[in-house]
């Protein structure tokens, strides 16, 4: 469909506008025919490996479910389940697959991994989630979005916390899509400069901007949507205890949320520790589309594998 089959999906930054609508559409679409009952096997008879080297929820859950409900069959492998644990490489396992599967989905720690295992497979790769990007997490957050707000460009997204995975996708996918994306964080705790300086890239030519401040009130001012993270990623820990310290003014909550728009939507990627980066009140109140948006994985994730693997 569109130039997309057989493509990998890595980064945000590898699609182009249109693409990202096309793929936005084919969600709407599959979740539409779901929600009808009306059976959609595109997938019919294709296979999607699922290697996962840290835990997950709603990924492993939406992906697995979404092959099924496309016609193909999912297999949930983990890292100890595969040769992969007792040392194979990344290449080798890459070529393997390739002769069985007709995509994988992978989630692990390093993103330099990810990008090995699709140089060396002939199959679409699809990123779900390594320590550098969240890709598939944007999408569903996008289509969220465009859902609740009836439109994208122009809207100001403001994410409160750590700029992590989530923060790099949201930068990469906002920026393709015209949002005005504004990451508040503690100092220390910014975006990577090369995903900041490419997202103000990407924003320039789309009409839009990218930008980071430590100053949370000002950012959350006027914002459309506010988005949180937990403060400690996965792998990260050890580093729990220091980062509650840092990141103590940077909670999501009702005073938060009052100096956003009137009608601001909440988002948030999930898992949450609720009494940390959001409260119970906003994340359980009206303004919140933090169920919609993990319900919306499964549709775009579907849309992601019929279009790569179609
Ligand atoms: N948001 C998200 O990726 O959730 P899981 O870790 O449960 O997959
Ligand atoms: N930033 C979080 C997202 C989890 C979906 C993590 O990497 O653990």
Redesign the pocket.
Known sequence: AKGLKGRDFISLKDFTTEEIFYLLDLAAELKAKLKKGEPHPILAGKTLGMIFTK??????VSFEVGMYQLGGYPLFLTKDDLQLGRGETIADTARVLSRYLDGIMIRTYSHQEVEELAAHATIPVING?TDFL?PT?ALADIMTIREWKGKLKGLNLTFIGDGNNVAHSLMYGGAKVGLNVTIACPSGYEPLPQVVEEARRIAAYNGCQIAVTNNVREAVEGADILYTDVWASMGQEAEAEKRRQAFQKYQLNSELLKLAKPDAMVMH???AHRGEEITDEVIDGPQSAVFDEAENRLHAHKAIMAALMG
Do not use: D, E, V
């Open positions: 835990r997950s929820t709603r990924t492993r989630l969240h997490q990627c999930l898992p």
